[in-house]
């Protein structure tokens, strides 16, 4: 059976810097760019204008994505595109990124909902698709707008100052002979947590799905038990990383880069230091991008091949926690 690698990879940011010292000036938020910086490594983060929304970041990052691949949108033939924050309740955003990039042309979209782990999820089914012969090129695309749903108020203060928006795509294909592609990946979830880490409002299980006293109460934004999430973030990105490390038959020393989740420096900092890598074999980008969710792992692929540390044949090791719990790992070559 053929395998599949990752033959290009693109990202879009909006505009608009945030800084930490901009939240700070919101006096309601009760917050201060020492308080963000040390408790997270976040400097600022980007929000989109009025008008853009996520289908077209994805738009801006898929373009990029196809030229880097060394493709056309005609090779194009699925989308796979993963997000916590579609443009409209339904349907799915994967059918507006089909009409910008494809207009008349009729490509299948499926849409995916695995919060900070879609990145895996999405390329681990498009690396299936594609060694069955399904499809042949497939984007996987992960697009975020978090700024429109953000509490800036002391109530929400512990998550407000950790989103940011962006898109990020990779272009999944067949790999050329003797390549390995995806090693491995192992894809987790734990619903019993699901509370722990959401945005409860609205929802199809009340009726009315939404009130004003609920609006009132804040429970149309996200929750987070912040401690919680950051023990299990770090916990399960080292458990999911050393499977598929096993599973491949490889070893930390093995890996020549890995790619972490960005939803706080200091997880990371943990993870790879119970991993035994060295951080000089990692690439953050949460200082200047925030949490931006499914986008973040291929955002930090763009900034390490920036860097010069992603090269041809270079073996990758990927990890991300979220919101479900979701949770998984993959280890590929470059
Ligand atoms: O991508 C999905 C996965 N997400 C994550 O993995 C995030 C995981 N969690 C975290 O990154 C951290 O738990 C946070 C950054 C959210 C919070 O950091 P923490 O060190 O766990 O702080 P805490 O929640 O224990 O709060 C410590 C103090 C509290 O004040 P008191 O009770 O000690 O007076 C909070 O009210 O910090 C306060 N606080 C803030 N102060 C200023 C919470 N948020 C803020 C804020 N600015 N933004």
Redesign the pocket.
Known sequence: MRKSRILGVGMYLPERVVTNHE?EAMKE????DE??RQ??GIEERRYVKEGESGADMAYHASVQAIENAGLTRDDIDFIILGTLSPDYNFPGNGVYLQDKLFGDRTVGALDIRN??SSFLYGYTVADSLIRTGQFNHILVVGTEIHSTALDFT?RG???????GDAASVIVVGPAPEGHQGLLASTLHSEGKYASD?WMEAPASVYHPRITAEMVAEGRHYPK???????K??VTRMVEAANEVLTKSGKTSDDVDLVLL????L??NTMAINLLKIPEERTVNTIMWTG?T?AA?IPICMCEAIKQGKLKENDLVLAA????GFTWGAALFQW
């Open positions: 939240l938020l009760e917050t201060s308080w963000i408790r997270t919060q900070c002391k203060r512990d998550v407000t100052v950790l989103f880490l987070m038990n912040g401690r919680m999430v950051f299990h973030a989740h960005q939803a706080n200091r997880i949490n969710t973040s991300a926690f979220g919101a």
